[in-house]
């Protein structure tokens, strides 16, 4: 059984449809990229996935093991969140939030997952800085452990290298991938960078006027990738 499923969903928002017939389907250890124009639905569709938004038909079924507060997620900042005054251990380990249920305080394990995840985003060293101080990349790291710490089967990131230099943004890439690739996490990932989603993803979602589902091989020989100039 597929971990996610999107089944003929219709998407929008204030009564109006930006986007219907939606189906496809995203097994353990894929790596999806979501592609397509500005205004085109795509992170209308994230936020359908994770139950933060309902769609206007159509379902959104998890399995294999995944329930639906298992998945971690990694928005796209705002000025005020890049100036959230709290430490890099705080936001980290918030992380955590869905496993504590009622209890007001995170456990031994939660508190070892968040040093772990820290380890793993090569920030354990900025644990105790506050979090406006850092670079824009660091911050990224800084989400991407608090979303690991939510989940170790499926994250979804939403424009991660977003305003970040280039130096920086292949590092990002390259940490997407060892999660992917190492860690056997399933990504989805919302990317203007056709280039780095070619490289990197295992399937191509690209949605608008025409919508297209397949891997990245189907996607390089369809008329997508020939208007592109990729075959």
């Known amino acids: 059984m597929a971990q ?6 219709t998407l929008g928002y204030e009564g109006k449809e930006i986007l219907s017939g939606l189906s496809f389907e ?7 990229c979501i592609v397509g124009e500005n205004g085109s639905g795509k992170s209308t569709l994230m936020r359908t996935v994770l139950g933060l938004k309902k769609p206007m038909s159509g379902k959104v079924v998890t399995g294999d ?15 005020v969140q890049r100036d959230f005054p709290a430490s890099v251990r705080e936001i980290v380990i918030s992380g955590n939030q869905g496993r504590c249920g009622l209890r007001p305080f995170y456990n031994k394990s939660e508190k070892q997952l968040a040093l772990e ?52 943004t292949a590092d990002m890439y390259s940490l997407i991938d060892g999660l992917n690739k190492k860690d056997k996490i ?19 979602l690209h ?4 919508i297209f589902f397949g891997t990245r ?7 997508f990738g020939a208007e592109r100039g990729l075959v």
């Open 26 to 32: 995203v097994n353990s250890g894929d790596y999806l």
């Open 207 to 210: 949605i608008g006027s025409d």
């Open 4 to 9: 996610l499923s999107c089944q003929n969903l």
């Open 217 to 223: 091989d189907e996607y390089l020989k369809s008329r």
């Open 65 to 79: 093991g995944l329930s639906a507060n298992e998945i971690g997620y990694l928005p796209q900042q705002t000025l």
């Open 117 to 168: 995840n820290m380890k793993k985003m090569g920030i354990e060293d900025l644990k105790n800085r506050c979090y406006r101080e850092l670079s824009g990349g660091q911050q990224q790291r800084v989400l991407l452990a608090r979303a690991l710490c939510a989940t170790r089967k499926m994250l979804l990131l939403d424009e991660p290298v977003a305003g970040l230099d280039p130096k920086v």
């Open 186 to 204: 399933t990504i989805i990932m919302i990317s203007h960078d056709l280039d780095a989603a070619l490289r990197y993803a295992s399937h191509i």
